[in-house]
């Protein structure tokens, strides 16, 4: 499915991260399970932008989810989580615009206050970009984004530090509800044929 | 767990199915502590969803299906049959057992619809549903009004749609969609052109879902037109672009190829493609101009896999139609060592 779930903007300075805005659109998920699904795509954009480099493109492909991260020099960072048919220069291009759009509204000195700056029709360019052909031609950055610039990983464990695994954070963390723990062990099992629960 | 209480969960379970028809999924709900499962009945509606705790899941289900083995009782095999197809839609024994119930009247057509939905809703790509609804639409469709077939038609095709949404390449849900177009569409234009419209939408938002290509390809071949096949060709060759490295794009382009220069076609009731063997030398130099001027356009900017995709290409071409497409000269970005050129590569 070509398909984006979640668009947010977060601020990197030292070993902090604070989330600053974002958008999702969770239609395709299960009703039972979006809850679950918001908690997620907000903990692993936080899992990933306090563990990425400043200035450098990633795509992280997790399961059947792929989240790709941009953070740039001056410490604002986007991700962007999307199905993996979603081509991955498309979804940096529009990590960028978002992050330009924010950088013209709000001044870097109140970055670093966190907390919640709304930016006005960001779910509708999530809504917009959800078609990546019509939403190519409006983009005029595409130009300057080479393809090559952008790191691959095959798994979201590459970005961990040594030691660290996904189910200890997500054991460990303080951001997810009972039931979204809960949901994480038992999501991986649905499809299978025959298995209760 | 006692009796009684697993009896009132499957009592639960059965008056809420009939109270609200138009029910639109069914899931199972961790439930983290024990403490919330004394005041509740775990199974609820949360606006038109179905929800079930999963704390009761396994117990009742052990009983549940023990029971359906044993009873006779049509009104409790009903209360069972439900709660054990719900959560295990894959076991035949319980869709045979409605079967029976169907045939006796005990339940009724839109009640088999609701079940069968319901369980694909929480695993879409189950085969013993689909036939089920195969077997149930068979007993039943023959009695209709045109209007009332069009109707349960229609829904049938949107159930498909949103199943394929669900799990990648769910072959089920393609399978059956084949199905009522073979079985309920005689002629019919107006919904094999919605079917195009429709399956061609899906194709663009899900661009490595090769079932559902197979399935807009047997739609193709159906209305057969040779515009129609070139028009599937340009859309294909933008798509390949847009989306580089989706290997089942290229499957789809190969049929495209085929199918415009006639070389498809479909069997009677059965979807088979025929590969003939009189190829107009006409028409395979048209078509290696056209493949050689898409992979020169392709190879312009792509990774490389996408690259290796377009050797494979080639290769194909060689080895199905006897032809040589590959480019002979790559494009001319000079700022890199020379491109080697795709040579075909004989295999066979």
Redesign the interface.
Known sequence: MVKLFHVAVLYKHGSQVSVLTGASDLSSIGFFQRSSAAEFMRFTSNVVVERCQLATRTTIKEGEYMCHCYARSDGLSGVLISDHEYPNRVAHTFISKVLDDFAAKYSPDTWSSGGNKPLAGLEAQLAKYQNPNQADAMSKIQCDLDETKIILLNTIDAVLERGEKLDDLVAKSDDLSAQSKMFYKTAKKTNQCCVLL | MDADLCQRILSDLESILRKNPLL??F???????DQERANRSPVYV??N?L?LD?WC??PV?VAAHDELLRTQDAQKLLQLSNFVLL??P?LEAGWNCRKKLFLQKKCSFQQELQLSHLAL???P?TAEAFFHRKWVLSQEMENYTLERRQAVLHSELQLCETMA?K??SNYHAWDYRRHLLKEYVEGAPLIVESELQRSKDFL??????YSGMSYRQYVLLRVNSRPLFESELTFVS?LIH???G?EALWSHRRFCVLANIGLLKWAEKRQRLILKENKDPKRLENVREIEQSFLRKTLRDS?NWQTALCERHVRWASATLHIDIAPLQANGSTDEQERPIIEANDSD
């Open positions: 639109e999924s899931d199972v709900i961790s439930s983290a502590d949360i606006e969803h929800g999963s899941l396994v289900y959560i295990n894959e809703s929480r695993k790509k949404g799990y990648f663009q938002s899900h661009v490595s879902d933008d847009t989306f580089p989706h990774g």
